[in-house]
């Protein structure tokens, strides 16, 4: 899926740029929080909201699983989809909303890049869940080990 | 234990996990259908639950409260949206007050449990889905949270004590 290598990458990106990547996802959770931090921006209430609506829309999953990998012009991208450059560009600027892509001009072109932060934090509430599941079956597999046969009510 | 696959989608805000237990469908089945069972592994080690009220019949509610190493009690309810055991289970689940009265306040999450069998084993596929961004963040700030990572912490002490 579309997300899933987009997210996939996130923890080398951030790895390669030395970012710390624990924090982030509190950081989103916890809002607000001292202003020192770089993601500061992130953390507006409602932010998650808008990444999670930009990451509705398979093109735009899309986009920012490529522009994770490689910075990419917008025309560059609107080859890619069978739509307009406009109807590209609105889909950028919903990323670019989200903070999930940044955007800088390089002589006549407009260059996207991914901000593998945000996916990041994203993914990072999912996994707090993921490991109060597991937690979970961990238990139930221990009850079922040692009480195969309970009677009713046991 | 045998966590077979975790599917985390971000778009929709939602969380499977499916496992393979080695143990009939009717068995894994009281883990949840016995108030007794559920009991024992609902809540984190450091945060055991203890289930009040148990009617799972469409309408009917399970009631719980988790007490933590500080005697603190966390109450909880599932309203029971739909059951046909020993097969699929649909709640969904929320905070109360001390009194057991729901919390308005605080996010209520669905939960789908899905049970099938195949050569004894039984496969469980459990899906949480949260209702908002805001619901998911608010329920990982909740100070339960500290006590859902302490338990992580735990678990192996736990599973040593039990072999």
């Known amino acids: 899926m579309v997300v899933e290598l987009a997210l996939g990458h996130a923890p080398h990106e951030i790895a390669a740029r030395g970012r710390g990547t624990r924090h982030h996802g509190a950081a989103l959770a916890d809002a607000p929080l001292p202003a020192a931090r770089t993601a500061a921006a992130h953390q507006e209430p409602g932010h998650l909201d808008l990444v999670l609506r930009a990451l509705a829309d398979p093109t735009r999953r899309d986009i920012v699983s490529r522009v994770m990998v490689a910075e990419l012009s917008v025309s560059a991208l609107a080859e890619t989809y069978p739509m307009s450059f406009a109807a590209v560009q609105k889909h950028v ?29 994203v993914h990072h509430l999912l996994d707090r869940l993921e490991e109060t599941w597991r937690s979970r079956v961990e238990q139930m597999s221990q009850v079922l080990a040692e009480d195969p046969t309970p009677g009713p009510g046991a | ?28 089945w009281q883990l949840w259908g016995d108030p007794r069972q559920l009991e024992r592994w609902w809540g984190p080690p450091t945060h055991p639950a203890t289930v009040v009220d148990h009617e799972l019949v469409p309408g009917g509610r399970v009631t719980y409260f988790m007490t933590g190493p500080g005697g603190e009690r966390y109450h909880g309810w599932w309203e029971v949206l739909a059951v046909s055991a020993p097969h699929s289970l649909d709640v969904r689940d929320g905070f109360a007050d001390e009194h057991g009265t729901p919390d308005s306040e605080l996010p209520v999450t669905s939960m789908r449990v899905e049970l099938s069998e195949a050569d004894g084993r039984t496969r469980a596929v459990v899906t949480s889905v949260f209702p908002s961004t805001e619901a998911m963040e608010q329920l990982i700030t909740m100070g339960m949270e500290e006590g859902l990572r302490a338990a992580m912490g735990q678990m192996d002490v736990v599973l040593a004590d039990g072999r």
Do not use: I, N, W, Y
Request: glycine residues 6%; charged residues 25%.
């Open chain 1, 93 to 121: 600027a919903v990323l670019e909303r989200a903070t999930l892509v940044s955007k800088r001009r390089h002589g006549r072109e407009q260059l996207v890049a991914g901000d593998p932060q945000v996916l990041q934090g």
């Open chain 2, 1 to 28: 234990m045998a966590v077979v696959d975790v599917v985390k989608d971000p778009a929709t805000l939602s969380l499977q996990v499916t496992t393979d237990f080695e143990a009939p469908v009717d068995r894994v």
